[in-house]
């Protein structure tokens, strides 16, 4: 990529390798718009994606906000400006999640595991195997879920202000109770879009900008073009309904956490929990990197600078799904071999036509029971459950229980503890039913799936003690 000075306005010249951009900064906001880089629509399955893909760089580095606008973020010169810098050093790819800013806005709230889609698909249209992730505020949650999923696609993580959840627990002191939170999405549902309300918004996240009229006045605009009420509404929902505690570990690519030093708790359990993250402290109080994104952009390029060469991943973070059949040998005694035989027949069938349909891994298969992998827990949950209910046509009862966690990679196979709490919590799991563990649970947020909590069990073999979830809808 070539950043130049232009001539007589304030000016720079970008070469995305498609032809030069000339970004006015100093021009007005038409102008601006008009001389911005191209945008492009990358498919993800029937979602059309809005993206850009600016420098030429060797590294790939996925911007991950909250929620946006491409057009709009060219309008603001201090963005053009981190924009710019952090295209010097990477091909700097941005885009605009699903129900926001110029990509298509389907009915549903986007679940963590669908918004992954989304960053692959855009991986997959510009070319790119393997790129950084840069999340910040949430966009950390879904960076941080792609990188324990996905490693082979994941070259490393920068994460901006991490929050692993976003409600307090006795042993999580951060973020807000329930009580705050539901109040918090009535006033988003209730005023989103409203000046003084979004500014409010702006302000808390960046304090030191509450006297910058120029500034503020355009993120409310940012804001009103990246969502409508609705759609905040359901991003901060999901955004209080998502825990990715038990991902943190299964993150095995490298990893760097900048904070505020005033967020300081919350980025330590962030770093300690992710193996071999490290973190930096960045001065001021406010949660946004706009400030001093000089600063931040400053860092992600030492980082990247400082890679080393990966070998391939042995482990990852999967879902995985065991079922089997409830009372399956009593039934073949009445049926007698041969007629048990087909009906089993007809049971592998239906299981392995689910399996396709919802993406799902056939690891092995021992007598009526299946053990299959997902890369997504909603995807297994769903999954399950047409299995469940479609057995019932064979006159069959069949149990299920998932657990994601992070499994070795052996010969193409997945193996270790991950596997072996699902198998135990399939076996907790009574006939139609499906049984999940509170992981899976707290990564469906916003799927529309519904739980009943089973209380605390001990798993054989397993150390600790499990909540455990029934699901009773989606």
């Not at 000046?195 to 918004?201: D, K, P």
């Not at 300081?264 to 946004?288: C, H, K, M, N």
């Not at 299981?351 to 997902?374: C, K, Y």
Request: proline residues 4%; hydrophobic residues 40%; contains cysteine.
């Amino acid at each position: 990529m070539v950043v130049q000075a232009g001539q007589g306005l304030d000016q720079a010249v970008i070469d995305t390798g498609s032809g030069a951009h000339r970004l006015a900064r100093s021009a007005s906001p038409i102008l601006r718009l008009m001389d911005m880089p191209e945008i492009h629509y990358a498919r993800s399955g029937d979602v059309s994606i809005a993206y850009q893909a600016i420098g030429k760089e060797a590294t790939d580095l996925v911007f991950v906000p909250f929620i946006g606008n491409l057009a709009s973020w060219w309008v603001q010169p201090g963005w053009v400006r981190f924009f710019e810098r952090c295209a010097s050093f990477s091909r700097l790819i941005l885009f605009d999640k699903r129900g926001t800013g110029l990509s298509d806005r389907p009915g549903d709230l986007p679940t963590l595991e669908v918004r992954m889609d989304d960053v692959r698909a855009v991986l997959d249209a510009v070319g790119s195997e393997s790129a950084a992730l840069f999340g910040t505020l949430e966009g950390c949650q879904m960076s941080a879920l792609f990188a324990a999923t996905h490693p082979e696609r994941t070259q490393a993580l920068v994460l901006f202000h991490p929050a692993a959840r976003t409600v307090t627990t006795p042993d999580y002191p951060w973020g807000f109770s329930v009580e705050e939170w539901h109040s918090r999405l009535r006033a988003f549902r209730a005023h989103w879009g409203e000046r003084e309300f979004l500014e409010r918004l702006a302000t808390e996240l960046n304090p030191g900008l509450a006297e910058d009229r120029e500034y503020l006045a355009w993120i409310v605009t940012h804001y009103r073009l990246a969502a409508s009420p609705s759609a905040a509404y359901a991003f901060y929902r999901m955004q209080m309904e998502t825990d990715i505690r038990h991902v943190l570990p299964a993150i095995r690519v490298p990893t760097l956490v900048l904070h505020r030093r005033s967020r300081e708790g919350e980025a330590r359990y962030v770093t300690e929990r992710i193996p071999g993250a490290r973190s930096i402290a960045l001065a001021g109080t406010g949660d946004g990197i706009y400030e001093d994104n000089a600063r931040v952009a400053d860092e992600i390029e030492s980082f990247l600078n400082g890679l080393r060469e990966e070998q391939e991943p042995d482990r990852v973070l999967a879902t995985i799904l065991f079922t089997d059949i409830v009372g399956s040998t009593e039934r073949a005694a009445a049926l007698g071999d041969r007629a048990w035989r087909e009906l089993l027949q007809r049971h592998h069938e239906l299981v392995r036509g689910n399996l396709l349909r919802f993406r799902g891994r056939e690891i092995d298969t021992a007598g009526d029971g299946f053990l299959a992998s997902f890369d997504g827990p909603a995807r297994g949950i769903r999954c399950a459950r047409a299995i469940v209910e479609e057995s019932h046509t064979l006159e069959l009862e069949v149990r299920a229980g998932l657990h994601a966690g992070e499994c070795e990679i052996l010969h193409g196979n997945v193996a270790g503890i991950a596997v072996h709490t699902g198998a135990r919590i399939a076996s907790k799991a009574g006939p139609s039913e499906v049984l999940v563990s509170g992981t899976v649970k707290d990564l469906v947020a916003g799927s529309g799936i519904g739980f009943e909590d089973r209380g605390v069990h001990e798993l054989k073999g397993v150390p600790g003690e499990w909540r455990l979830y029934s699901v009773s809808t989606g």
